[in-house]
């Protein structure tokens, strides 16, 4: 699988005090990744060498000696266990990252010292990965983005476990983090993509909504999906990246309110820079001042600019976080589909005939 066939699966936003952040679920090959950080898992033996098949996999693709390795951050008493570094030399063929970072993780059954339970010691080693990364930051070592597997994925933890573990720290770090934007995950295998992409929904919270359930939002969806495939626009450069996830949202016959929420900001968010850009206007940093904008100097209808805002607000999950407010209602409703549709609908149309 080539960096061509990378697609986003499955999305969230957090809220931090330095802007919007987000964590994406990319069927792809990690090989493939463009982050600027790159962490990848390993067995974590008592012997001293890096193993595992993603280990083989960099070695072979960009001809990286692992041999050598430095510790960041590990578990007390288990000098293997944890997040290590690997010096990228300039000579490694084609790396497109910073720098790679090893995360060492035992399986379940290789669990015997510890006096803690498994998935309580596999939460302490992803906190390794992100604790090092604060302990960079303050460094001013500093990353926008990290690209990593579904940590012990296949090591025989109970996956969706693993999600909700993965998401919490990765949470908790780009709520803090000053420069981080994504963490990215990534995963190869297909069969497993749908078990993968279920476990991100029920980790999040999101509550699925029959498909078929309602004469309004099944037309809604129809339209859409009839907009979407037939104008070429839809099809090229950044734009197809963020409508096949789309397509595949709204064609399952489950469909996750925030997930198609977030899809449809992502969404807006590449309609609004490529508006500005063809303008050649300022880009004023934030999604909320570029709408205004747009409106202000008539490129787009009010009423367009109303449905950019719409979906700007709905597309942010992390505002609808249930227990972190005051305000009511404290989530999303079911209902609220058909008028996240209907600005969805109202943009998508406007950007075929732009």
Not at 50 to 74: C, E, H, Q, W
Request: aromatic letters at 8%.
């Amino acid at each position: 699988m080539n960096q061509s066939s990378t697609v986003l699966v499955n999305t969230t936003t957090i809220e931090s005090a330095t802007g919007l952040r987000s964590i994406n679920l990319y069927h792809g090959d990690l090989c493939s990744a463009q982050d600027e950080l790159i962490a990848i898992s390993s067995h974590a033996g008592a012997g001293s060498s890096l193993t595992g098949m993603v280990v083989k996999s960099f070695a072979a693709r960009f001809d990286i000696n692992f041999s050598s390795f430095y510790p960041l951050l590990v578990l007390p008493g288990h000098p293997t266990v944890g997040t290590f570094q690997v010096p990228v030399e300039p000579t490694a063929e084609n790396y497109p990252g910073k720098a790679l970072f090893v995360v060492r993780i035992p399986g379940p059954a290789a669990i015997r010292d510890f006096s803690t339970e498994p998935l309580d010691v596999y939460d302490d080693v992803v906190w390794t990965l992100f604790g090092s990364l604060a302990a960079l930051e303050q460094k001013d070592v500093v990353f926008s983005s990290l690209a990593l597997p579904l940590l012990a994925g296949r090591r025989g933890y109970p996956g969706q476990k693993i999600m909700e573990i993965l998401l919490k720290r990765a949470t908790t770090w780009l709520k803090t983090s000053r420069n981080m934007k994504d963490v990215n995950f990534y995963l190869y295998e297909e069969s497993s993509l749908g078990n993968w992409n279920e476990a991100m929904n029920q980790a999040l919270g999101r509550k699925a909504i029959d498909s078929a359930k309602g004469s309004v939002v099944q037309a809604l969806r129809e339209e859409i999906l009839v907009l979407l495939k037939g104008c070429s626009k839809f099809n090229q450069g950044e734009m197809a990246a963020h409508i096949a996830p789309l397509l595949t949202a709204l064609q399952d016959k489950k469909i996750y309110l925030q997930l198609v929420s977030t899809l449809g900001r992502k969404l807006v968010e590449t309609m609004v820079r490529e508006l500005i850009s063809e303008r050649s206007l300022e880009d004023k940093g934030l999604l909320v001042h570029n709408i205004t904008m747009l409106n202000y100097e008539q490129v787009v209808a009010p009423w367009i600019a109303s449905h950019f805002h719409a979906l700007r607000v709905f597309g942010n999950e992390a505002v609808h976080a249930k227990n972190e407010v005051k305000y009511k209602p404290k989530e999303l409703r079911e209902e609220d589909l058909v008028a996240v549709l209907t600005s969805l609908r109202s943009v998508v149309q406007f950007y075929a005939e732009w």
